[in-house]
């Protein structure tokens, strides 16, 4: 994705962002960890105000407003402040958050809260004004159809959940980036989470003992975990096939230690 910095929007865009913020002392194009056309910090005379968006043309300008509505809604997600479309540009100004990622290997003070947010983030509903499609459609084709039940859910599930994508502040674990949230079981994003503490240094078991901390994934039969993993890898595999990235082996393998894992888990349960 090329970025474009602030400076090279319209006029008409910054105008229009400018009626809410403000003038705009200086902007900061972010580096890393987002997708988007425009991503970048505005300091103004009120403080710093996080901005994204892509041009209203764009095929995928849809994506930022689903992300707004469902940022509204989010748990632990930063507040939608405004959302401008002007001079081309559909633009959203969310709150900014200070903070450090979260360290996810053993022992870090960091997991309690992880663990704390991931509980929040499994209690909320899905909004059911936005249509999305939800985790088992998404994924179809990756698991026998016959195992749908297992992927399905009403929850609201961030379905990425990169220490990337959450900060440590003083008020605890803050959630960015909900552009690929949809419906799906409360127990997911728990599960989400389990390649992630494996690829920080965990075992897959440590893995899975960390996430039964999270009561709606401690309470979720075995075989709709292993259905989940092995599908999630197979996801994994097939993105990477079509869209090679160096960070992608660490975490597919991650992702196979634990569908390892499940497997056996499952064939000793039997």
Not at 1 to 8: H, P, Q, V
Not at 86 to 109: F, I, M, R, V
Not at 175 to 204: N, S, Y
Not at 241 to 247: F, I
Request: one cysteine or more; proline letters at 10%.
């Amino acid at each position: 994705m090329d970025r474009t910095a602030w400076l090279e929007l319209p006029p008409e865009a910054r105008s229009a962002v400018e009626t809410y913020t403000g003038p705009v002392e200086h902007a900061e194009t972010a580096e890393t960890g987002v997708m988007a056309r425009l991503a970048c910090t505005l300091h103004t005379a009120t403080g710093p105000v996080f901005v994204k968006g892509t041009r209203s043309d764009e095929p995928t300008a849809w994506m930022y407003d689903y992300e707004a509505r469902v940022t509204r809604v989010a748990p632990l997600a930063p507040r939608v402040l405004w959302q401008v479309d002007a001079g081309g540009w559909l633009l959203t100004g969310y709150e900014y958050l200070l903070g450090h990622h979260p360290d996810l290997s053993p022992g870090s003070p960091d997991l309690g809260p992880v663990l704390d947010a991931l509980t929040t983030m499994s209690e909320t509903p899905w909004p059911e004004q936005v249509r999305k499609k939800p985790l088992h459609i998404r994924w179809s084709g990756f698991f026998p159809a016959d195992r749908s039940p297992d992927l399905e859910g009403p929850a609201l599930v961030h379905s990425d959940v990169s220490p990337l994508n959450m900060l440590v502040t003083e008020d605890g674990i803050r959630v960015l980036d909900w552009a690929l949230a949809c419906p799906g079981p409360a127990w997911a994003d728990a599960a989400f989470a389990i390649p992630r503490f494996i690829h920080a240094g965990h075992t897959a078991e440590q893995a899975e003992a960390l996430a039964q901390a999270v009561p709606a994934y401690s309470n979720v039969e075995p075989s709709a975990v292993a259905t989940f993993a092995a599908t999630l890898c197979g996801v994994w595999e097939s993105r990477a096939a079509s869209d090679p990235a160096p960070h992608r082996a660490p975490l597919i393998a991650a992702a196979r230690a634990w569908t390892v894992h499940r497997s056996s888990q499952h064939v000793h349960n039997a």
